[in-house]
């Protein structure tokens, strides 16, 4: 199983990006999903997370701004960034917990995955 996250670039304040990421493998479901961020010198946090339902939570610091969305039949999670400002700039991971199928031994298990992290640089 993998996580492959595509978006990322740079982009003026005031400007807007949209990362996508896909899960593939082995997958038997996927349940909630997300996208943490990690700025230089600073801890990771959690920017947004859906469940498989549609639930959606926010961190205070996008909230208004940020729209995540999944598309469930793709086992994809989207993150619409609008406004963006320059403390927005950051690695941004898409994560999600996943029920898998191991081929040795042969079983199921689930796992919190993480992407490859995609960067996102937000000038003034």
């Known amino acids: 199983v993998q996580l492959q996250a595509s978006g990322g670039g740079e982009v003026q304040a005031g400007g807007s990006l949209r990362l996508s990421c896909l899960a593939s493998?082995?997958?038997?479901?996927?349940?909630?999903m997300g996208w943490s961020r990690q700025a230089p010198g600073k801890q990771r946090e959690l920017v947004a997370s859906i469940s498989r339902s549609g639930r959606t939570n926010y961190a205070d610091s996008v909230e208004g701004r940020f729209t995540i969305s999944r598309d469930n039949a793709k086992n994809a999670v989207h993150l619409q960034m609008n406004d963006l400002k320059p403390d927005d700039t950051a690695v941004y991971y898409c994560t999600a917990d996943i029920l898998y199928q191991r081929s040795a031994p042969l079983s199921n298990s689930r796992k919190n995955f993480w992407g490859q992290g995609t960067q996102v640089t937000v000038s003034s």
């Open positions: 493998g082995s997958i038997i479901a996927v349940s909630d």
